[in-house]
């Protein structure tokens, strides 16, 4: 059995979903070897509204994940295969459009895991995260990032990243004012 066979059957996918960094230390490379690799959330952008909106603790923003020199993200496509792909860091606007202006990125802490483990992980979560499942309000790039970070550091992503997407999804009224295409693109 290869070191990320018995890796992944000793511990559930998501056994550190509870938020606190101790809850992943089981995590740990089987072989005793400390790792720590930072695990950075680049926060970008969708639309210039935001410059008047976030002063309010609203916005509309993208997210991903960038570990070990690759930034991993979560967008809508309409197969259902994996919605995960991976960047540049820092590049959304290079890569995806215009509509992305990166804004900051936010250290939550650092991972045990190698890099061939990170990229077992993205395998894994895209079966969760597929391209056909992608909801604007309860199922977008922004619940990637957290899940991702909650199993890499055992830290949730900062709260007024998905405020927005929160709210409207609470509020069925909002949510039904949005294009359909905004909600689940295709």
Known sequence: MSKMSMFF?????????SGNSESCEELLPLNGAV??????????????INEYV???GLGIFHTGIQVYGTEYTFGGHSLSNTGIFELAPRSAQQELGQNFRYRESIHLGHTHLSRDEVRRLVEQLGWQFRGNSYHLTSHNCNHFSDAMSRILCGRQIPGWINRL???VGCVPFLERCL???WLTPM
């Open 9 to 17: 059957n000793r511990v559930p996918l998501f056994s550190c979903f």
């Open 35 to 48: 790792r720590k690799e930072p695990v950075i959330l680049n926060v970008y952008d969708l639309f210039t």
């Open 54 to 56: 976030t002063p309010l």
């Open 165 to 167: 997407a929160h709210f």
């Open 179 to 181: 294009p359909p295409d």
